[in-house]
C-alpha cells in the first residue's frame, strides 16, 4: 500500500484537524487517513457501502444500516468529523449532538414516536412483538414525563443522557 | 472487484461462539427497572460500530505490512542499490536457470515414468512422489529458500491427515519437498491450473471451487475415499481456507475435523526481515509473487510437525478444530482471530446481528417485567 502520511501534507492534517474541532491529535488523523484509504479499496475518494460491508465487525452490528447512512460518500475530511465524537476529547454535547442525529432519520431536529421505535427494532430485532415495543417506550415515556406524541429536541436528549455516564469511546490505534 | 453476496448457511455452521472474542462491552446492564435513558442509548452499540470502522482484526489478517524504508541516507542508498543489482543482475538470472534446469529435468522423467510404467502402479508412484519432491526442491533452492523442519517427518499411513496454517501458495511447495503430499487447493487459472490438473492430479489431489455450493458434499465425499485408502499419499488441507498473513489464523473449517481420522497438526512462519511471503491474491497474481520471491534475497521459514489429535470423547468438530488450531498458532506465534476466512468474498451470516438484538430484547422484556 504504502500510503504514509506522504500523501497528506501538513496542511492538510491541520484543515482536517480544525474542522473536527481539534478532538483528533495530528498522529491520529494520520492513522484515520491510512484506514480510510484502506477501506476505500477502488481509491475513488470515499467508501462505498460494499466496501463498509468488507468489515465484518461492522457488518454484524444492528445500527450498521443507519451508520451507513450518515456516513455514505464522506470525503476524508467528513469522515474524521463523523467521527470524532468517539474521542476522548470530545465533550458530552458532542457525543448527545451524534445520537441525537442518530436517532433524527430525517433531521428536523425533533424526535418524534417513530423515531424511536425505528431504533428500537433495528437493536430488537424480531424478538419483541411490535405491540410489545411500542408498550414499552410509550410506558418509558411517559414515567419521563413525555407523551407518545412528544417531539424530542436535543435538550431533552441533553437532559436525559447528560447526567449518567455515558460512554462513547473509540481509540484510534497509532503506530 | 470480488462482489459480496449474502452468505449461505454453511458459514453459520463453521462458527462457534464468536461473543467469546469479540470486543463487546456491549448492551448489558440487566438489573434496575427500564427507563427512557436505557432505551435511548444507544452509545455501546455505536461504539463497537465505530470501533469496527476505525480499526478491525478481519482486515488485519489480510494487510501486508511494507517494511521500514532503510535506505533513506547517502550511505546506505548505495548499499542498497548494489543490493539491488546483485539481486536482479545476479540472483535473479542464476535463480531462473536453476528453476529451468529442475524443470528438464522433471519433465524428460516425469512423462516416461507416467507413460511407461502405466501398468506397474506402486513404483509408478513412488518414482513420480520422488519426482514432485524433486522439482519441489528446486523451487525452494530458486528462491534461496532456508527451510528448517522441526518434529519428526510424516509417516504414511492411512487414516491421517495433515492439516496447516496458509499464507501462501508456496506453503504447499515447502511442505512438498520433504514429502509428498495430495492437497485440496482451490482450482486456478492459467498455468498454475495447468500444472494442477497434469502432475498435481497423479498425486491424488482435490479441487473444489469455492463459489459453487453444492461443491462442498462432493469435497467431502472425496475428501473421506482418500483418506480411507491405503495407499493413498498422506492428505494436507489448509482449513483456513484462504491465505493469511502470518501473523494471525482465521477460523479452521471443520471439514477436515469430522473424517473420523488422526489431525497432524503443522505451524508454518515465515521470518519476514528476508521477504514477506503472504500472498495477497487480491493485490497480485501468483505469477508476480513469485517472481517478488525470486528477486528477494531468501525465503526463510520453519516448520513444524506437530503432535498428531485425535478427536476427543464429548468434543465437536468445531471445538476440535479450534483446539488445533490454538496448537498451531501458539507453537507459529500467531494470533487467533474469530473470523472466517470466507468474509473475503461474502458477507457474515444476519444470524450473528440477531444474535445481538435477541440478548438486548430478552434484558428490556426482563426488566420490564420487574416493573409490571
Known amino acids: 500500500m504504502g500510503n504514509s502520511s506522504s500523501m497528506l501534507t501538513q496542511y492538510d492534517i491541520e484543515e482536517v484537524q480544525e474542522h473536527c474541532s481539534n478532538t483528533f491529535s495530528q498522529q491520529e488523523i494520520v492513522s484515520l487517513y491510512q484506514r480510510f484509504c484502506q477501506l476505500d479499496r477502488n481509491g475513488c475518494g470515499f467508501i462505498s457501502a460494499e466496501e463498509f460491508m468488507t468489515v465484518p465487525e461492522f457488518a454484524v452490528n444492528p445500527l450498521s444500516q443507519r451508520l451507513f447512512r450518515m456516513v455514505d460518500g464522506l470525503n476524508f475530511k467528513e469522515f474524521v468529523l463523523f467521527l470524532s465524537a468517539f474521542s476522548s476529547r470530545a465533550s458530552l454535547q458532542q457525543k448527545v449532538e451524534f445520537i441525537f442525529k442518530v436517532y433524527d432519520s430525517d433531521g428536523n431536529g425533533k424526535v418524534t414516536f417513530n423515531e424511536m421505535l425505528d431504533i428500537l427494532r433495528d437493536l430488537t430485532g424480531q424478538f419483541i412483538s411490535e405491540q410489545q415495543r411500542e408498550k414499552v417506550l410509550t410506558q418509558v415515556l411517559e414515567e419521563a414525563g413525555y407523551t407518545k406524541d412528544s417531539l424530542l429536541v436535543q435538550a431533552d436528549f441533553m437532559k436525559i443522557l447528560g447526567n449518567s455516564g455515558l460512554k462513547m469511546e473509540v481509540e484510534v490505534p497509532v503506530d | ?372
Open chain 2, 1 to 372: 472487484m470480488s462482489k459480496l453476496n449474502t452468505s449461505s448457511s454453511e458459514l453459520d455452521l463453521d462458527r462457534p461462539n464468536i461473543e467469546d472474542y469479540l470486543p463487546s462491552g456491549s448492551i448489558q446492564e440487566p438489573h434496575g427497572t427500564l427507563r427512557l435513558r436505557d432505551l435511548l442509548d444507544i452509545s455501546p452499540t455505536l461504539t463497537e460500530a465505530a470501533g469496527a470502522i476505525v480499526d478491525d482484526s478481519f482486515t488485519r489478517c489480510f494487510k501486508s505490512n511494507p517494511p521500514e524504508p532503510w535506505n533513506w541516507n547517502i550511505y546506505l542508498f548505495p548499499l542498497w542499490c548494489l543490493g539491488v543489482v546483485v539481486r536482479y543482475g545476479l540472483l535473479f538470472p542464476l535463480r531462473v536457470l536453476v528453476l529451468t534446469i529442475g524443470w528438464i529435468i522433471f519433465l524428460s522423467c516425469y512423462f516416461p515414468v507416467h507413460f511407461l510404467l502405466k501398468g506397474h502402479d506402486k513404483l509408478r508412484k513412488k518414482l513420480e512422489r520422488g519426482l514432485v519432491e524433486l522439482i519441489c526442491s528446486f523451487f525452494v533452492a530458486s528462491w534461496t529458500g532456508v527451510v528448517k523442519y522441526h518434529g519428526p517427518r510424516p509417516s504414511i499411513r492411512p487414516k491421517q491427515i495433515f492439516v496447516a496454517n496458509h499464507t501462501s501458495m508456496i506453503d504447499f511447495v515447502v511442505l512438498e519437498q520433504m514429502t509428498a503430499f495430495a492437497v485440496i487447493m482451490q482450482k486456478h487459472p492459467g498455468w498454475v491450473g495447468l500444472l494442477q490438473s497434469t502432475i498435481l492430479e497423479s498425486l491424488g489431489c482435490i479441487w473444489f471451487n469455492r463459489s459453487e455450493s453444492k461443491d462442498r458434499e462432493i469435497v467431502a465425499r472425496k475428501l473421506r475415499e482418500h483418506v480411507h485408502g491405503a495407499d493413498n499419499n498422506p492428505l494436507l488441507v489448509f482449513p483456513e481456507g484462504t491465505c493469511v498473513n502470518n501473523h494471525y489464523t482465521v477460523m479452521f473449517k471443520k471439514g477436515a475435523f469430522e473424517l473420523g481420522c488422526t489431525v497432524c497438526p503443522i505451524a508454518i512462519k515465515y521470518n519476514k526481515i528476508f521477504v514477506d511471503a503472504f500472498w495477497n491474491s487480491r493485490k497480485q497474481s501468483f505469477t508476480t509473487h513469485l517472481l517478488q520471491l525470486m528477486t528477494s534475497w531468501a525465503v526463510v521459514c520453519d516448520v513444524w510437525y506437530l503432535e498428531p489429535q485425535n478427536l476427543k470423547p464429548g468434543e465437536t468438530p468445531i471445538e476440535f478444530a479450534e483446539r488445533v488450531r490454538d496448537i498451531i498458532s501458539v507453537r507459529a506465534g500467531l494470533k487467533k482471530v474469530p473470523w472466517d476466512g470466507y468474509l473475503k468474498y461474502s458477507r457474515p451470516s444476519p444470524k450473528h446481528r440477531e444474535r445481538k438484538q435477541q440478548s438486548f430484547a430478552e434484558s428490556v422484556l426482563r426488566r420490564l417485567e420487574e416493573i409490571n
